[in-house]
């Protein structure tokens, strides 16, 4: 059976596929994938305006099926540089992502237009439920900015802020646009 011709699975049961508020309102595209997975209960998360599946705290595939860009839909693969080439072996229409332009990136497509797609992915969940080192990236913590809460004290030695008085803004007032 063609994966165009599957249905994706039930989000109605919470066991078969944990959802985000997002994912739930619209089916993950390659509803196979998550079934060959099921085994490992991956998670899905909104990433890059796709269905990004986490194995654990390893980010593992994306599921992207859009209008734009239609030659990156597919499976996107989370790997590094130095192990595409002995993915490729293995997954043969495996290939960079035109939508990030510029030079290869650690992410990788099985593309959906290839002939051999289907065949491929089950392959790649094979790998991802072996366990293959080679699949799968802990994404890096994201770093918040820590800002001082409005009216706090400054350093000392500190340079004084724009505007001259403590506590005004930075940016100087435009004048509104209404006119009464």
Known sequence: MAWKDREAPSLE????LFSTRRSARRAPPFGFVLEELSALKPETRWM?????????????????????HPEDNGVWLATSVAHHGSLRAELPSL?????FGGPVSDWQVLPSEADTFEEEV???CAMVRA?????????????????APAGAARAPGAAPRKGGAAGAS???RRPS???R
């Open 177 to 179: 646009a209404k006119r």
């Open 170 to 172: 930075a940016k100087p």
């Open 48 to 68: 890059f305006g796709c269905f990004a599946l986490y194995v654990g705290d390893k980010v593992t595939l994306i599921l992207r099926e859009r209008p734009q």
């Open 95 to 99: 290939r960079h992502i035109a939508l």
């Open 13 to 16: 049961d919470p066991e078969a």
């Open 122 to 124: 089950l392959r790649a």
């Open 131 to 147: 366990g293959d080192p080679r699949i799968g990236r802990v994404p890096a913590a994201r770093k918040r900015a820590l800002k």
